[in-house]
Every structure is written in structure tokens, then in C-alpha cells.
């Protein structure tokens, strides 16, 4: 499983019938009762645009993006609300919409979210009135629409909260898809409580705060991409009556390498026979250079012992045609899967290693990581590859434990490993725990790697 994060490009709050810009607020409030306001932002997908275009992240049918933002405490003394004297209160069992924003607009340099119709001090003003606000997207450029939207704009998402301090976390694959798979324009996105709220009028504000791009803790918002490009290469343990994996592996020296089309794959049987059902199978691009192809043998004998083969056709590289690539594997008998008979009393006493990371590295933003782990018992002289291993990120705020990825698994090809997109992530301080299951039991790592991700320049 892979994992990519998309950060915001530009955001703002808007507040009805006002041209303040609050922008470079850390926090956006969302609240209805004296006025009403709207969160505004885009996400910039550039990079993730980049990567799928050349083959490193694959989007298919498992593939999600969905968006977060973190709740918070109202983090600005200087609400709207509170000028006016009204007061605000966080509200609860409420819904909020996310909808798709169809203009250009500019973001602006305001913090404040003081009206300048409500500013007694006129000649030492800190709020910005310069677009984009309620009125203007850019400084020439009006909203088609007061506000962005009004009564039936589509609607993306409605996201229901309960007590009021919810993080957000919404699926918004087919908004995302439909960018970088069909060239959609990415104008951005808006939050705000529905239509219906508007101009409702509350003796006390009613409010939700989140955490926006400027804020200075680890809760910067964000699109999370997964992709569920796990390897399961099955080559050294293939088993008849079950669909597996093999998997055709390309490089170019010593990076794995795209070719021009996907291929087609033949089974052999130990007489070099073609299996009856399993020619010109078809096959998926897992990653960059990686090619998955899925079956199953049965009625045939498969003894542990004989060898059969996957050949690999319709290959060409950078418009060049190749040769056919031939492969072996070795099926062994269905009953191989079990061990039937005495309870399995002891498992293996695991020294386990890994590579890739150093303790406490400090590691440039931007650099990708691939992460060996490595399993070694006095039973056997060869490292074992272990069928689940998994690893977690977490980082510390203060002394909350705050989760970066749980437990995710890793590839399982002639060894137990995971890839890390260091570019996705916010310079500080990150620790990694990784853990095996053998026999029922959990094996960790009795250490945690601790490593540092820093600023490109």
C-alpha cells in the first residue's frame, strides 16, 4: 500500500456581505447566527499529477483520495461574531457541504477576520479588504455569484458531525479522479454549513473551526491518495487450487522501468504445455516497472517438485519489440497451505533488522526511501520472508501520540519491504514501529526508528 498526500495550494473564509479577506488565518471559523462564512480552498495535485503520468502511482478501481482537515478550538480572539457583541459557542449536530468552486480566484494576504464596518479604530487597521471575499475572486473580477454558490449548486459531499469537534475525513475520489485522469479544472473547493443556514439568526454564534495551511502545528490539511499496490509475489510459494500472483519485474540499471504496453502471459505445465485456460492472460502495472499477473492451477498434479513457467509476450521498450521472457515457478500441493497434526509450541526466537533508514537520520524532504526488513533465527541460515509484516508512522505533538499511517503491510517479493514519499510529508521529527505475525503471535521491533525529515533546501 502506498501513500501520497496533496497540501493545499490556497485558501481563505469568506464572510457574508463583507470584503475582508482572511486568508492567512491559521484557523478558518465556520458560523452561522450574526453573519455566516464559507471556507475556500484548492488543493495542488501537480506532483500527484506527475507521478501518475509517469507510471510511479497507479490509479485504478481501489485507488482513494479523500480529504482531512483537523478540528480545532476557535483560534482567533478577533471572530466576527465577538466583535459584534453576540458572543459564539461551538455548535453540534449539524451537517456541512463541500462543493465545487467553477472560477479563478486569487487568495489575498488578510489575517484578521475584523469587518471594516465594524472597526472602531479606522486609522490602525490589520485586516485586508482586497480579494477574494464575499464579492470579488480576483481585483477586477466579481463572484458570478455572491458568495460562490447559492440554491442549487452541486453538492460533493454532505458531512455530518455529531458533538462538533469531528476531524473531517470525506471520500472525494471521482472530484480527484476526475482531475488527473480527465484534465477536469481544479478551481478548488468549498466548505460551509448549507444554504439553509444562511440567514438564520442566533442570539450566539454557532461555529466550527479547522486547522488551515497556515497553520504552525502538524495539522496542516490535506488529500490523502492510497493506493493498494501491495506485491504479493507468490513465485516461491505457489500453491494449486488458489489465484496468486507473479509478477514480471523491468528494469533499466538499477531503476525499475516502464514498458510501452502492458503483457500478456501464458502458463506452461512441467511438459512445457500450454495450461488450458490460462493463455494470453491479461495483467495489471502495479508501480513503476511492475507487472501482476493473477490465476489459479487446478486438476493438474503439483508436487513440490517439478517446475512450470509463466512466459511473458507482447513486450516491447521505448518502441523497441523484445523477446519473450520466460520464468519459472514451482506449485506445490494444496495441502502444503496447513500443518495438520501437533500444536506448533514454539515459533521462531526473530532477530529482526532492517535497511534503508539510519537512526536518527536526517533525511531532505523530497528523497524516496525504500525500507528493507529482515528476519533472521538460529533455526536457518537463510532470512525468512514472513507473509504479514507491517509498519506504523506516528509523530509526537507535545506528548500526544499523533497517527501518521497505522499499521500498514508490506510487499512480500524475495523480501519483506515498503516504500516511503518522503516529499509528502512535513519536515519534523517521525518514528516508525514495525511488527510481524508468525504462528498467532505478534513479533516487534524492539526499537523505534527515529528519523527526521527536513526542508529541500
Not at 133 to 138: E, H, L, V
Not at 264 to 292: A, C, M, R
Request: net charge negative; charged share 25%; with cysteine.
Amino acid at each position: 500500500m502506498s501513500y501520497f498526500r496533496s497540501y493545499f495550494q490556497k485558501n481563505n473564509t469568506i464572510i457574508k456581505d463583507s470584503r475582508v479577506n482572511t486568508a492567512r488565518n491559521p484557523t478558518t471559523e465556520l458560523f452561522y447566527g450574526s453573519g455566516f462564512s464559507k471556507f475556500i480552498f484548492k488543493v495542488d495535485f501537480n506532483d500527484l499529477q506527475s507521478k501518475v503520468d509517469n507510471g510511479e502511482l497507479i490509479i485504478n478501481n481501489y485507488t482513494t483520495h479523500r480529504l482531512k482537515l483537523t478540528n480545532t478550538i476557535f483560534g482567533d480572539e478577533t471572530f466576527l461574531g465577538a466583535k459584534r457583541g453576540n458572543g459564539r459557542e461551538r455548535t453540534n449536530s449539524f451537517d456541512l457541504i463541500l462543493f465545487k468552486i467553477n472560477e479563478y480566484w486569487d487568495e489575498g494576504i488578510g489575517f484578521d477576520y475584523d469587518d471594516e464596518g465594524y472597526d472602531l479604530t479606522e486609522g490602525n487597521k490589520t485586516y485586508d479588504v482586497r480579494p477574494s471575499n464575499w464579492y470579488n475572486r480576483t481585483t477586477v473580477d466579481t463572484w458570478s455569484i455572491n458568495g460562490i454558490y447559492a440554491t442549487g449548486t452541486t453538492i460533493l459531499q454532505t458531512i455530518h458531525f455529531d458533538l462538533g469537534n469531528e476531524n473531517i475525513d470525506v471520500d472525494i475520489t471521482s472530484y480527484v479522479n476526475g482531475i488527473i485522469l480527465s484534465g477536469n479544472t481544479n478551481h478548488g473547493l468549498g466548505l460551509a454549513f448549507g444554504i439553509e443556514y444562511q440567514d438564520l439568526e442566533f442570539a450566539t454564534d454557532q461555529s466550527v473551526a479547522f486547522f488551515t495551511k497556515y497553520t504552525q502545528t502538524f495539522f496542516e490539511p490535506f488529500v490523502e491518495s492510497v493506493f493498494l499496490d501491495n506485491i504479493t509475489d507468490a513465485r516461491n510459494n505457489f500453491v494449486e487450487g488458489v489465484t496468486q500472483n507473479l509478477y514480471l519485474y523491468v528494469t533499466k540499471g538499477s531503476n525499475f522501468y516502464n514498458l510501452d504496453n502492458l503483457p500478456l502471459v501464458n502458463i506452461y505445465d512441467n511438459t512445457n504445455t500450454i495450461i488450458p485456460g490460462l493463455s494470453g492472460l491479461t495483467t495489471t502495472q502495479i508501480k513503476t516497472g511492475i507487472y501482476e499477473v493473477s490465476f489459479g492451477i487446478t486438476g493438474l498434479t503439483c508436487d513440490g517438485k517439478k517446475f512450470f513457467y509463466d512466459k511473458w509476450t507482447n513486450l516491447s521498450i521505448d518502441g523497441i519489440v523484445i523477446n519473450d521472457v520466460t520464468q519459472k515457478f514451482i506449485p506445490k500441493p494444496f495441502s502444503s497451505k496447513y500443518s495438520i497434526g501437533l500444536n506448533p509450541t514454539e515459533s521462531k526466537d526473530y532477530k529482526i533488522q532492517y535497511h534503508g533508514i539510519k537512526q536518527n537520520e536526517k533525511i531532505r524532504r523530497g528523497e524516496l526511501r525504500k525500507v528493507s526488513v529482515i528476519f533472521k533465527s538460529i533455526q536457518s541460515l537463510k532470512a525468512d520472508i514472513l507473509d504479514e509484516v507491517y509498519y506504523r508512522m506516528y509523530i509526537f505533538e507535545g506528548r500526544t501520540e499523533v497517527i501518521v499511517h497505522d499499521w500498514t503491510l508490506l510487499d512480500v517479493t524475495n523480501e519483506n519491504s515498503f516504500v516511503l514519499y518522503t516529499s509528502v510529508y512535513i519536515p519534523r521529527e517521525y518514528h516508525i514501529e514495525i511488527k510481524a505475525k508468525s504462528f498467532g503471535e505478534e513479533i516487534f521491533y524492539d526499537n523505534i526508528i527515529k528519523f527526521e525529515i527536513v526542508s529541500e533546501k
